[in-house]
């Protein structure tokens, strides 16, 4: 967070060229701002600010949040996600007192995302869009900011576990029900194929997600 306040300056030539000072975020005013979405998380313990001779404040301070989002899995495990991050503060009137800006472009914002990547995961995320709006409370203007985050689902996992052993499966029955065996044969295997695909189901049920409205289409087949 940056932002400026004109009562906080001095010229660093009257304090021995001291042009900037670490204080605690309890000094000054600082901007009190929040997760929309937010369900629960981690407050920081790096509670300070760096204070610049031109009244310029610069805040630094790690979250690790969890946040809601809806999730559409109907194509599931080759599915796209959108999640929203939206930074808001309902205190002070957009209009008059406080507004809030990005100062970064969604592609710096997306570049400097990744190195904080530490490893590879379930998730890729592909991009980031940056919206500021003005959201309308009780006849007053708040500023907020929602950052669009998109998420690509790495299916490979999924495929080497799920869909080929069910593809295998509909094969090896199409084959002993049309194959030369006997009667007796094709039963046997039919009901070694149908205890197959109720192993099979139960692992696929453990392993779908369920928080959609419809369920993945690999889960109704």
């Known amino acids: 967070q940056e932002w400026q306040n004109p009562f906080a300056t001095w010229d660093p030539r009257d304090f021995c060229n001291i042009s900037e000072i670490v204080l605690p975020m309890d000094t000054y005013w600082s901007p009190p701002i929040f997760i929309l979405e937010r369900v629960n998380g981690q407050n920081p313990e790096l509670n300070y600010m760096v204070l610049m001779h031109n009244g310029s404040f610069n805040s630094a301070q790690p979250y690790q949040v969890t946040l809601t989002c809806s999730l559409i899995i109907l194509k599931f495990p080759f599915d ?101 065996s006997s009667l007796e044969e094709k039963i046997n295997f039919q009901i070694a194929i149908i205890l197959g695909s109720s192993m099979l189901a139960v692992i696929l049920n453990n392993s779908l997600p369920t928080s959609s409205n419809k369920p993945p289409i690999i889960g109704t087949h």
């Open 80 to 180: 796209t996600q959108m999640c929203n991050l939206s930074i808001a503060s309902f205190l002070y009137p957009a209009v008059t007192d406080f507004v809030m800006k990005t100062r970064w472009t969604p592609p710096e914002i997306m570049k400097e995302s990744q190195s904080f990547f530490l490893t590879d995961g379930e998730w890729k995320f592909t991009n980031l869009s940056i919206i500021e709006y003005t959201e309308r409370v009780d006849d007053k203007g708040f500023s907020v900011v929602t950052y669009v985050v998109s998420m690509e689902r790495r299916p490979t996992l999924y495929i080497l576990n799920l869909i080929l052993p069910t593809c295998a499966l509909y094969l090896l029955d199409m084959a002993v029900l049309f194959g030369p």
